[in-house]
């Protein structure tokens, strides 16, 4: 197939479409909504097929004219918008198909010329619900590299945590990907508040190998060159052993048990006084 319906299936298709529209029309929003299982609206689906509808008339009366790419637009946008609703590709392509079934419903029985018209014109449909299929594809994989991205930056949230102080609390696994964002969301934060401390607590992160140190060294680089300490917290008893066993060095890098161990060392860094320390 071209991509456009032959001239030979135009005159009859589009006739039909033309003279028994409200039929046609009704009943492919009739067999649309049964599919979405409400989902969305029937105002919605008629919304969407009375649009497309006009779209395929036209394109059927005028081969050669814009309407063909409108149509193709058409179907892109619902496409897009079916994904990010959460239908299956199956669900939004059978959306298309269904006007063939509106249509053959409505043939006359006896007449060969109009059933060789409808071969071509399924087939028209055909590619236009792999063309559905297509972009609703593409435009799952950005629903799902978008909220990756979303989950990744959730993730790895940097707080305020006093004036001065900001806190990174890490949760699960350490990798490269992680560590980027990390950095970046951190510098960015020691940049905006002018922050000289950045306290990294590892507590949630389950075990600590020479690949996640590593990683939490580069971190901790990358803000002594914007002018700020690190301090990493969390070491609990087994992390600590671990990291020994392996022979990992943090240098001059200081490193706490808890949270607020590090949250009063920064503190004290800071010039403040935490009540109810003891006098040294």
Not at 216 to 234: D, N, P, W
Request: include cysteine.
């Amino acid at each position: 197939m071209s991509g456009e319906p032959s001239g030979t299936a135009e005159p009859h298709m589009s006739r039909l479409l033309r003279s028994r529209r409200d039929a046609v029309l009704g009943r492919w929003v009739e067999l649309v909504t049964e599919g979405t299982r409400g989902r969305i609206t029937e105002a919605e689906v008629r919304s969407e097929l009375t649009e497309l509808y006009d779209l395929v008339e036209g394109a059927l009366t005028d081969p050669g004219g814009t309407t063909a790419g409108e149509l193709r637009a058409a179907l892109a946008d619902i496409s897009r918008s079916r994904a990010r609703q959460g239908f299956s590709p199956t669900e939004t392509a059978i959306g298309v198909f269904a006007l063939k079934r509106a249509v053959h419903e409505e043939l006359e029985a006896g007449d060969d010329g109009v059933y060789a018209d409808f071969i071509e014109f399924s087939a028209y449909i055909d590619e236009l619900g792999l063309a559905t299929f297509e972009t609703y594809a593409n435009a799952r994989e950005q629903v799902i590299a978008d909220q990756a991205e979303q989950l990744l930056e959730l993730s790895t949230p940097v707080v305020k945590l006093w004036d001065g102080i900001l806190g990174v609390p890490l949760v699960g696994t350490l990798d490269s990907a992680r560590t980027q964002v990390v950095m970046e969301t951190m510098l960015q934060m020691l940049a905006d508040t002018g922050s000289r401390y950045a306290v990294i607590d590892i507590t949630g992160v389950p075990a600590v190998d020479t690949e996640v140190a590593q990683h939490l060294l580069k971190t901790v680089m990358a803000a002594r060159l914007m002018g700020a300490e690190c301090v990493i917290s969390g070491i609990r008893p087994q992390i600590a052993h671990t990291i020994a066993a392996l022979g990992i060095e943090f240098g001059d890098i200081v490193t706490k048990s808890s949270l607020a161990d590090a949250l009063a060392h920064a503190l004290r860094g800071s010039g403040l006084r935490v009540l109810g320390e003891k006098d040294s």
